[in-house]
């Protein structure tokens, strides 16, 4: 088994905005020292989320990492910290908490956790889908030794409520929106939102998005009427106040 640690490097529009938007990821293997850091390749996204950054020296800083970080011959033997490495990164460019994950030998995990941060790079054939995201959400849980489960909630009317996941006091569903009339969500968006606040006074309610979308009006909807009574975060974020209220 390998015990792994990984970042998610992310860029705001500006240092003391909330928006962002996922460029790269950089992976530590701690059992045999191998570190690796892949980032955007189509940056037709990028441009889109922000059309006054400099393009090409976006590339070159992302290749400069790259470079700096990965193993090769010339650092194999230097003693590396993830999480001493990505706090110098302070400003548009910002690295996530540092997460841990143990996995197989075998198992490409630079890969599998790439489709889930850096999607948007990916054709849609090659993304993971909804039930493969919550499997490595799973994995995350594990790793860092939290309980969970996925029984049904008690509801106030000895009803059940049907969540993804439950760790601790904190009842997680996701939304996937990939391929959805977002507009034909928004009545599913107001059950949940209902349901929130029924658990309000015994439980913490979050709600993850992670999705392939483009109706941004609509989205904008969904996100304030879950946000009435819940968390609501994407997915990096999600997990990094999974670990923060659980750990």
Not at 162 to 187: A, E, H, T
Request: aromatic letters at 14%; hydrophobic letters at 35%; glycine letters at 4%.
């Amino acid at each position: 088994m390998y015990n792994i640690e990984y970042a998610a490097l992310n860029y705001y529009h500006s240092p003391i905005s909330d928006e962002c938007l996922c460029i790269g990821v950089l992976f530590h293997n701690v059992t045999t020292g191998q570190r690796d850091f892949k980032y955007i390749s189509n940056f037709q996204r990028f441009h889109a989320f922000d059309d006054e950054a400099d393009i090409d020296f976006v590339k070159l800083y992302l290749r400069g990492i790259k470079d700096e970080v990965e193993t090769s011959v010339f650092n194999f033997n230097k003693e590396f910290e993830l999480a001493s490495y990505v706090k110098v990164y302070a400003n548009e460019f910002r690295f996530s908490s540092v997460r841990t994950l143990t996995v197989n030998e075998n198992e490409n995990y630079v890969e599998d956790l790439s489709k889930v941060y850096l999607k948007y790079d990916l054709a849609r054939s090659q993304r993971l889908n909804g039930n493969e995201e919550k499997k490595l959400i799973r994995r995350v849980l594990e790793s860092n030794n939290l309980e969970y489960t996925t029984q049904k909630v008690d509801g106030p009317y000895s009803d059940e409520i049907s969540f993804d996941y439950q760790v601790g006091n904190v009842c997680i569903k996701m939304f996937s929106f990939k391929g959805k009339n977002l507009k034909r969500v928004i009545g599913s968006a107001r059950q949940w939102s209902f349901v929130a606040d029924e658990l309000g006074a015994q439980k913490k309610v979050l709600f993850i998005y992670d999705s392939d979308y483009e109706d941004m009006g609509n989205l904008d909807i969904i996100i304030k009427i879950l946000s009435k009574n819940a968390k609501v975060l994407k997915l990096d974020d999600g997990m990094d106040y999974i670990l923060n209220q659980c750990l």
